[in-house]
């Protein structure tokens, strides 16, 4: 008797360490990520969305820049995980018009086979497509002179991750498109831009699934 008390004493003991084991690891790889501020990059995006594309991670770093004016405007922000994988965006005003912002991003992102997800809202456009994400916003930098010509100046941002994401597919997508809609909307405020575009409080949606296929 005395016996089968000390397996079960012993059973219950090593159950006990698994158990704290597993509770140590799930704290210590995912508490990075969870130790952002509850908006990164000026406040911009949710801590949420960057969740949703970073795995697991020990340690997490955030930083943004803020440069230029006018028509030299640029922004960027990046999230560093532990490992390779990396967040990062910028957004630049460009002279470029949609047909050409879209023609370039269409072939962007190597040998990627898939075929690019895209959405117009609100006078703006957004693709995805591999592990990146663009979004199209018209803006007349702040330099320009009442009654010139603004040519096709917008706001473009580039989003990507670097190394391994949480997720694929359109479910990445959708969360890249999210982290740069989210800079692009302070950009837009940033830089000053001089147009009437209106950001609706929700992000464009693909309208594919969110299953991350």
């Known amino acids: 008797m005395r016996k089968n008390t000390k397996i079960l004493a012993l059973g219950a003991a090593?159950?006990?360490?698994?158990?704290?084991?597993w509770f140590s690891y799930q704290e210590y790889f995912t508490k990075g990520l969870d130790s952002l501020p509850e908006k990164v990059c000026d406040e911009s995006v949710p801590r949420e969305t960057v969740i949703r594309i970073l795995p697991e991670s020990r340690s997490a770093e955030e930083g943004s820049d803020t440069s230029g004016s006018g028509n030299g405007f640029m922004y960027s922000c990046h999230i560093y995980g532990d490992g390779d994988s990396i967040l990062s965006g910028e957004v630049k005003i460009q002279?470029?018009?949609?047909?050409?912002?879209?023609?370039?991003?269409?072939?962007?992102?190597?040998?990627?086979?898939?075929?690019a997800e895209k959405v117009s809202f609100n006078g703006m456009h957004a693709l995805a497509r591999s592990n990146f994400a663009?979004?199209?916003?018209?803006c007349v930098p702040s330099t320009t002179k009442p009654g010139t010509t603004s040519g096709n100046y917008a706001l473009v941002s580039e989003v990507r991750v670097i190394g391994e994401s949480r997720t694929a597919g359109t479910a990445l997508h959708q969360a890249l498109t999210d982290f740069a809609y989210g800079i692009t909307q302070h950009a837009h405020r940033a830089g000053n831009c001089g147009s009437d575009i209106t950001f609706p409080t929700q992000p464009p949606r693909f309208e594919e699934d969110q299953t991350g296929r």
């Open 14 to 21: 090593t159950l006990t360490l698994a158990m704290g084991g």
């Open 95 to 115: 002279n470029s018009s949609v047909k050409g912002w879209e023609d370039y991003y269409q072939s962007y992102g190597g040998k990627s086979g898939a075929a």
């Open 134 to 138: 663009s979004i199209y916003v018209p």
